[in-house]
């Protein structure tokens, strides 16, 4: 009765309109397959050289009246068109996947192909690759992230599509996989649109592609599709696992964390085995200390293992406590782009450690806002292995269809697959349900529903957003408020603010501005920033110049210290970016250029500044005035 109460009042108190209303429990958003610990899995890495067909027009898809696509244009057929085309029958073809072009998979056709810097649409590619006869055990495609929308056909047969570009998806082939050769086709599809999550509006660049690693990754045939352990508040680790397969039910499963604990349990009829062990003795996750321990879960003849550390994260007050103790986030933001003058959003292990060296070693860090979308795994693992906090976000960014279910339905998505991949991720702290989206009675209860989506799979981390700011008189003085009715429910406040470079403010007034902000609740700046064209020096304290942005940062940092609640920062932004928004021929040329590195990393005079005042910081004891 309860339940239905609660849902009752759901949809009475959403606004008309809103899709909030209509939002699916968070059971019916978890994905068919997940194989979390998939990278500890033996697996066939399918990167490499992939061939290529432009499809502009999706004449592999659609034929001109919307009919099923012609034959001779279907890329995905099982096809050798020059032995077809040898025989000389009547038959002939406008693609041909084994003698196109080849590209290097993982990463964007934006950077790979010249012709192809600004192409926005479908794109198909094929790898060959042979396979072991199949075993009486199941096979999967296992894709860490396609931008933006992914058609997969393995030997001529559809085995699924997804959209989204920052999250990983699962498909099985166990009855199409073929011992010996098979030809797996991928039609994606780069463009956004007013329902896609983010829209065809942002401050990115294009990146279409398969941008993340592929594998064909085989199991036995009852196999742990999911393993997550978490630590509770008073030290008990808690968590589950979920077998798939024909004998999931009534299976043992150990759970084995490092020589610190074992334990077992049974799985249930569906196959899920909980698990709540008393407090053991172990040294505790935290950025100073990043210890990870060896987990390995096994059940029904299968092995997963993975790397996990243990730590508590919680809000008292106005506090954020890691492990129970305040902890300023000494923090930056990032995108996901490697450094170098053509960056193809290709983020190995290398490309990752070199940015967070930068945090972690350059700026004295302890914290990292990975914006705007969902990182690679690699990225979030490598925060775990380094010690960076970790505030994770899915591109809900700037305006969405608010009113639509199945945008709803998308960004909800979205949010599980993210959730479900890094929730033995102990660098991950925060989960944030938007970025500076236009207040409004449909886009709270959007964001509402996300917030309840994430505490419903994850109630151990913290929700956050990042928040307009307005500025309004008060008693004849000039005041930074928060007019949002989102804040209720967050946990931790954050705020984009940019007075000294959009708006009329100078630099000299900037330590002057007053805030009224809730005495609460945490509150981060989760972006402020202005633009440095590196090496642009000496030319008085115009915008673009080094100094400009350096002197910004000194005055920005004065009127953050004057916010009582300020428990963070992630200033915007690490490194310059690729942005087609920002087109000054002299400055700018296609780059964002916020960043206190350039794009081969070269350091700006503000990156300095920023390294003071979190050495500073460090020094006192949680950083916490
Ligand atoms: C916004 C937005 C960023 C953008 C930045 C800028 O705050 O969140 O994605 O790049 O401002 O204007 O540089």
């Given at each position: 009765m309860k339940q239905f109460v609660i849902a009752l009042l759901a949809v009475l108190l959403c606004p008309i309109g809103s899709a909030a209303a209509s939002a699916p429990a968070a059971d019916d958003?978890?994905?068919?397959?997940?194989?979390?610990?998939?990278?500890?899995?033996?697996?066939?890495?399918?990167?490499?050289?992939?061939?290529?067909?432009?499809?502009?027009?999706?004449?592999?898809?659609?034929?001109?009246?919307?009919?099923v696509a012609k034959s001779r244009m279907q890329r995905y057929r099982d096809l050798d068109v020059a032995a077809e085309e040898a025989r000389a029958t009547t038959d002939f073809y406008e693609f041909d996947m084994d003698r196109g072009p080849l590209v290097a998979i993982p990463g964007a056709w934006n950077a790979a192909v010249?012709?192809?810097?600004?192409?926005?649409?479908?794109?198909?590619?094929?790898?060959?690759?042979?396979?072991?006869?199949?075993?009486g055990g199941r096979a999967f495609l296992r894709f860490e992230a396609v931008n933006y929308k992914a058609y997969v056909y393995l030997n001529g047969k559809e085995i699924g599509r997804h959209e989204g570009g920052f999250t990983p998806f699962v498909l099985e082939v166990t009855d199409v996989l073929r011992g010996g050769d098979n030809r797996l086709t991928v039609g994606v599809d780069s463009t956004h649109d007013a329902q896609s999550i983010p829209t065809f509006i942002t401050d990115w660049d294009l990146y279409g592609g398969i941008t993340r690693p592929v594998r064909l990754i085989r199991t036995p045939a009852t196999f742990i599709d999911d393993a997550m352990l978490t630590m509770q508040a008073d030290g008990r680790i808690v968590g589950e696992v979920r077998l798939q397969g024909d004998k999931a039910a009534g299976q043992a499963v150990t759970v084995a964390i490092g020589a610190v604990a074992t334990a077992t349990a049974k799985t249930d009829a569906g196959g899920r085995a909980v698990f709540d062990i008393a407090?053991?003795?172990?040294?505790?996750?935290?950025?100073?200390?990043?210890?990870?321990?060896?987990?390995?879960?096994?059940?029904?003849?299968?092995?997963?293992?993975?790397?996990?550390?243990?730590?508590?994260?919680?809000?008292?007050?106005?506090?954020?406590?890691?492990?129970?103790?305040?902890?300023?986030?000494?923090?930056?933001?990032?995108?996901?782009?490697?450094?170098?003058?053509?960056?193809?959003?290709?983020?190995?292990?290398?490309?990752?450690?070199?940015?967070?060296?930068?945090?972690?070693?350059?700026?004295?860090?302890?914290?990292?806002?990975?914006?705007?979308?969902?990182?690679?795994?690699t990225t979030v693992r490598l925060a775990d292995e380094m010690g960076l906090l970790v505030w994770s976000e899915i591109p809900v960014y700037w305006t969405v269809d608010w009113e639509n279910p199945a945008v709803l339905r998308k960004a909800l998505a979205m949010q599980a697959e993210t959730i479900y991949r890094d929730r033995n991720r102990a660098a991950v702290v925060l989960w944030s349900v938007g970025n500076e989206t236009p207040v409004s009675p449909a886009r709270t209860a959007f964001h509402g529903a996300m917030a309840d989506n994430v505490r419903a799979i994850d109630p151990t981390r913290l929700v956050s957003a990042a928040l307009l700011v307005e500025r309004s008189k008060e008693n004849g003085e000039d005041v930074t408020v928060i007019k949002d009715p989102l804040v209720d429910k967050l946990d931790v406040l954050a705020v984009n603010t940019y007075a000294g470079w959009y708006g009329n403010d100078t630099l000299d007034a900037l330590p002057a501005l007053k805030w009224r902000v809730p005495a609460d609740r945490p509150l981060i700046l989760s972006e402020f920033g202005a633009d440095a064209l590196a090496g642009y020096r000496n030319d008085g304290m115009k915008k673009f110049t080094e100094e400009y942005q350096a002197q910004y940062y000194r005055q920005t940092l004065a009127m953050a210290d004057r916010i009582p609640t300020l428990r963070g920062l992630s200033p915007w932004i690490l490194k310059d970016f690729r942005s087609p928004r920002r087109e000054h021929p002299v400055f700018q040329n296609g780059w964002n250029r916020k960043g206190l590195v350039s794009e081969t990393g070269v350091r700006k005079e503000a990156f300095g500044v920023l390294t003071d005042y979190y050495r500073n910081r460090a020094k006192s004891t949680a950083g916490v005035p």
């Open positions: 958003l978890r994905p068919r397959f997940l194989l979390t610990g998939a990278q500890s899995r033996d697996s066939q890495d399918l990167s490499g050289q992939w061939t290529y067909s432009k499809d502009l027009y999706r004449t592999g898809l659609t034929d001109i009246n919307g009919w010249p012709e192809m810097r600004y192409y926005d649409g479908l794109v198909w590619f094929q790898r060959r690759f042979k396979a072991p006869a199949p075993d407090a053991p003795r172990l040294e505790r996750w935290s950025p100073d200390s990043p210890k990870l321990y060896d987990v390995r879960f096994t059940a029904a003849g299968d092995t997963v293992r993975d790397r996990i550390g243990f730590r508590t994260i919680a809000v008292k007050g106005n506090q954020i406590l890691l492990n129970g103790k305040p902890i300023f986030l000494r923090g930056i933001s990032l995108h996901e782009e490697e450094f170098g003058p053509n960056p193809a959003r290709n983020m190995t292990e290398q490309a990752s450690r070199a940015l967070f060296t930068e945090i972690k070693h350059g700026l004295q860090g302890n914290y990292v806002r990975l914006s705007h979308y969902p990182h690679s795994e």
